[in-house]
C-alpha cells in the first residue's frame, strides 16, 4: 500500500521568511514524487516532480530515500506563495495517492 | 493547448436522486482519471481508464458509482442513488503516458452538495 502524509494542516509565515512544507511517504518499490498547488479559485497544477531536479517558482524538494520524504522547500516566501500544496505519490500503476495538504499563508 | 474540461461547475441535489458528470480530457491524453476530494482532504482515486478501458475501479463504490469512457475521449460519472457522504469536489485528470509524460492535468472540478 503506498502512503503520503503532510503533518501539519496549517502553515504560516511572514513574507521572506524560509518555509519548508513536510511530506513523508511509504511505498514498497522506487516511487515518483510530485508536489501539486491549488492557488485560490484555480485548478490544482503541477509545482515540480523529483525526476526533474528543477526549481520552480524558487521551490526545490529532495527526494531522501532513507527518511522517505520529500520536503517542499523555499528560501524567502513570498505573498504570492500562499496556497494549498498538496505531495504525491505515484507507483507503477502511474496512480496518484495525494497527502492532505498543507495550507501556506504568507503574512506581508 | 485546451485544458481538461468538467462540466457541471456545481451541482446541489438530494439524497437518493440521481447526477451526472462530465469530463473532457486534453487532446491526446490516453489516460483518464476521476477523484473524489472531501473537504479537508487530498484527492483519492476512484477509477483510472487507458483509451477505453478500465485499468483499476478497486475504489469505486460500485453499487452506487459508475463511469463510462465509450469512444476512448469523454467520459461521465454517474452516482445513483446519491448519499449525503458523497458531498465533495470531483476531479478529473488526463496524461500523456509513462516517464516524462506522466504528469497529470487536472480539471477544475465538480461541486456536489447532497442535502
Known amino acids: 500500500a503506498q502512503r503520503v502524509t503532510q503533518p501539519e494542516k496549517l502553515l504560516s509565515v511572514f513574507k521572506g521568511a524560509p518555509v519548508e512544507l513536510k511530506c513523508n511517504y511509504s511505498?514498497?518499490?522506487?516511487?515518483?514524487l510530485f508536489w501539486y498547488v491549488q492557488y485560490s479559485r484555480q485548478r490544482l497544477q503541477l509545482l515540480l516532480r523529483?525526476?526533474s531536479r528543477e526549481s520552480i517558482k524558487g521551490f526545490t524538494a529532495d527526494l531522501n530515500k532513507g527518511e522517505t520524504s520529500f520536503h517542499l522547500k523555499k528560501p524567502f516566501a513570498q505573498e504570492e506563495d500562499s496556497a494549498m500544496y498538496y505531495c504525491?505519490?505515484?507507483?507503477?500503476?502511474?496512480?496518484?495517492?495525494f497527502g492532505s495538504g498543507t495550507q501556506l499563508t504568507v503574512l506581508p | 493547448e485546451a485544458g481538461v474540461a468538467q462540466s457541471p461547475r456545481y451541482k446541489i441535489i438530494e439524497k437518493r436522486q440521481s447526477v451526472a458528470f462530465w469530463c473532457n480530457p486534453i487532446?491526446?491524453?490516453?489516460?483518464l482519471y476521476w477523484y473524489q476530494q472531501i473537504l479537508g482532504q487530498g484527492p483519492k482515486l476512484l477509477i483510472q481508464?487507458?483509451?477505453?478501458?478500465?485499468?483499476?475501479d478497486s475504489q469505486l463504490p460500485k453499487d452506487r458509482f459508475s463511469a463510462e469512457r465509450l469512444k476512448g475521449v469523454d467520459s461521465t460519472l454517474k452516482i445513483q442513488p446519491a448519499k449525503l457522504e458523497d458531498s465533495a469536489v470531483y476531479l478529473c485528470?488526463?496524461?500523456?503516458?509513462?516517464?516524462?509524460?506522466?504528469?497529470?492535468?487536472f480539471g477544475a472540478g465538480t461541486r456536489l452538495s447532497v442535502l
Open positions: 485528470a488526463s496524461t500523456l503516458g509513462w516517464g516524462a509524460k506522466n504528469i497529470q492535468y
Open positions: 511505498y514498497s518499490g522506487s516511487p515518483e
Open positions: 523529483h525526476i
Open positions: 504525491a505519490l505515484s507507483g507503477s500503476a502511474r496512480q496518484l495517492t
Open positions: 487532446s491526446g491524453h490516453a489516460t
Open positions: 481508464f487507458q483509451n477505453n478501458g478500465v485499468v483499476d
